[in-house]
């Protein structure tokens, strides 16, 4: 049985900053999964994803660089182009192409003791795929795809259709602010968490970006401080990062806080360039030590 295992579409990116305007492949999956294959193999990995055929070499180059990928074909692989203005925090999209949903039967054979569902968009996965794959392991969630709804090539926020039903078999939930408040209808994020933990979710990850992140778990509240990091180059893939660090830390026993500063470390390196998370442990460690916050 693998510890984790990551469920999501691996996506073509365009992405466009104030400084560059570059091409690679993405996606919660792929920045999860690079971000937790960067560090020691502690914890059992394996990624479960969709692509079209004309994409597969995303797989093979992520194969090469150690990570168990089982892949299922897709007519389209998902398209997406970011636009970041000064602001890391604000982000427009666009979605080009759209890859097939995960089925039932995709997942039949996957096992794993957390599954972290990295959704892009807000019919990836149905409710009764997730429903399934609670009653096989715990679920972790990154709630920004089923907040998304594609029509033509506008990405337009909704609703979280059926969100009670899904949360309440949900143990841990990753949302920003923005989404935190499409999610709650409240804007405070102490009083959004408390909201969340009624409808059933055991660990909420509110991150809040240059202002750190907030977890509530087990009645009790966690201040995450940001990291400052050396330059502030491409924040793509950032959020899937922090997912990434904090179930790996957790996944060997760690405590919340312990958890959440580690991943808020992990967010600053990435932060300093474009791509996947590439640094190693140490480098992490040496963000802690250094303990300069925004």
């Known amino acids: 049985m693998r510890a984790i295992c990551c469920i999501g579409h691996i996506t073509k990116d365009k992405i466009i900053t104030p400084k560059h305007t570059v091409y690679m492949a993405g996606g919660t999956s792929f920045y999860f999964s690079y971000g937790f294959n960067q560090l020691p193999h502690k914890v059992p990995f394996r990624l479960i994803t969709k692509i079209g055929n004309e994409d597969i070499k995303a797989v093979e ?15 389209h692989t998902v398209f997406f182009e970011n636009k970041y203005g000064e602001d890391q925090n604000d982000r427009t999209q666009r979605v080009l192409a759209k890859a097939d949903p995960f089925t ?12 972290h569902i990295g959704s892009l968009l807000n019919d990836d996965l149905s409710p009764e795929v997730i429903r399934y794959l609670s009653a096989k392991g715990r ?4 709630a920004q795809g089923f907040l998304r709804k594609v029509e033509g090539e506008r990405v337009y926020p909704v609703d ?11 143990h841990v939930l990753k949302v920003n602010e923005h989404e935190m408040e499409a999610i709650t209808g409240l804007t405070n994020p102490r009083t959004a968490a408390l909201k969340l933990a009624e409808w059933g979710v055991k660990e909420s990850l509110i991150t809040l970006g240059s202002y ?12 995450i401080p940001a990291y400052k990091p050396a330059d502030v180059v491409d924040a793509t893939g950032c959020g899937d990062t922090y997912s990434a660090g904090y179930l790996y830390c957790r996944s060997q026993g760690m405590g919340y806080e312990e958890a959440g500063k580690f991943a808020a470390a992990m967010c600053t390196l990435k932060l300093e360039h474009s791509g996947a998370f590439d640094k190693g442990i140490e480098d992490v460690r040496r963000v802690l030590r250094t303990n300069v916050t925004l």
């Open 212 to 223: 750190g992140s907030l977890i509530y778990a087990e009645g009790k509240f966690y201040e």
């Open 61 to 75: 180059d992520m194969r090469r660089a150690g990570i168990d990928v089982e892949v299922y074909p897709s007519r």
């Open 104 to 115: 039932i039967g995709e997942l039949a054979e996957a096992e794993a003791e957390v599954f």
């Open 139 to 142: 679920i972790s969630i990154d």
């Open 160 to 170: 979280w259709q059926g969100k009670e039903e899904i949360l309440a078999c949900t």
